[in-house]
């Protein structure tokens, strides 16, 4: 090959990975972010839980991302499937309060809503909508169920190595969803550009999302820099009501994370309150995050009820 022919190779190659790069759709955090909430919340499991998940921090860190490792076209069902896990516009379910606490009720009131709506009624789309806090509740299910197979296992002197290793798999799986959470672009219409009324004169372009939580955070954030803010773990009453008012305090957020932008706290270096802005809601969510995993460790020592399977006998035709 001639140095020119080869030249050219290295330049499209380059293209070929800057569209690739901007096409990414916009992922909370980026993966730095998501490493370091996963990270700084390993980092704080208390010795009352088990010794194997207190030194599985590189597995659990490297898991923050792992959602995102499903938004590939290459794997469209996947991706199509799992996309509206990563956000909610609590905007357009403000009057569904409270929120119902299963995945299928939630779509059947959605598309009671929709169909009674003439206004654009494909916003009620569950798809549009998001189901952030059902994702979660789910993961944070198995996290659970399989903690209570380790205590099982271990209680009959079986050997728990493969369910120590399912246990790290949602442990860490989990800490992506809690992280999107905490982004407050992730709870809301104004996901990526204020639309509607706009007399702050906010940001209209499609570019705060990925400006805010990749390229801010990966340049002037590291772990370190909010470790200090997370507590040991407390149990939450109740995970579902505790996890859908830390999303509603991210939506409150909203307007903090577009008025930080406009006054350039996330240009370049940045700004000291964009700093803090940004670290604590890093915070927020390696907290929320413990407190699942240490209340999912606690309510696994409860035993089940027997399992629930489909109906023993149909109907007589
Ligand atoms: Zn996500």
């Not at 490493?35 to 704080?44: D, F, M, Q, S, W």
């Amino acid at each position: 090959m001639k140095p020119g022919q080869s030249q050219r190779g290295l330049i499209s190659l380059a293209l070929i990975a800057l569209v690739l790069v901007q096409s990414q759709p916009a992922a909370a955090w980026g993966n730095e972010g998501h490493t370091y909430i996963n990270r700084v919340a390993a980092e704080k499991i208390p010795p009352t839980m088990p010794r194997f998940l207190r030194r599985a921090i590189i597995e659990i860190a490297y898991l923050g991302p792992e959602p995102d490792r499903w938004r590939s076209p290459s794997e469209a069902a996947l991706k199509n499937a799992q996309e509206p896990d990563h956000f909610i516009d609590l905007e357009r379910v403000a009057w569904l309060d409270p929120l119902p606490r299963t995945r299928y009720e939630f779509l059947r009131k959605l598309y009671e809503k929709r169909a009674a709506t003439t206004d654009h009624p494909d916003d009620y789309l569950p798809e549009r909508v998001g189901l952030q806090p059902y994702i979660t509740m789910e993961v944070y299910g198995r996290l659970k169920a399989a903690f209570r197979e380790y205590r099982q296992l271990r209680a009959a002197h079986q050997p728990t190595h493969a369910v120590e290793q399912a246990i790290v798999f949602y442990a860490g799986w989990l800490g992506h969803y809690v992280g999107d959470g905490s982004q407050p672009l992730h709870t809301t219409i104004q996901y990526n550009g204020w639309v509607g009324p706009n007399p702050n004169g906010y940001t209209t372009e499609h570019k705060i999302h990925g400006q805010f939580e990749s390229t801010y955070v990966a340049a002037n954030i590291t772990a370190n820099d909010f470790a200090g803010l997370v507590k040991s773990p407390e149990r939450l009453d109740d995970p579902f009501a505790a996890y859908v008012a830390y999303l509603r305090q991210s939506n409150g957020l909203v307007e903090n994370v577009y008025a930080l932008e406009k006054a350039g706290g996330f240009t370049g270096k940045g700004s000291p309150a964009a700093f803090d802005f940004t670290t604590h809601r890093l915070a927020a969510a390696s907290q929320m995050l413990l407190d699942l995993w240490y209340t999912a460790w606690i309510e696994s020592a409860t035993p089940a009820p027997a399992p629930e399977h489909a109906p023993s006998a149909p109907a007589t035709k």
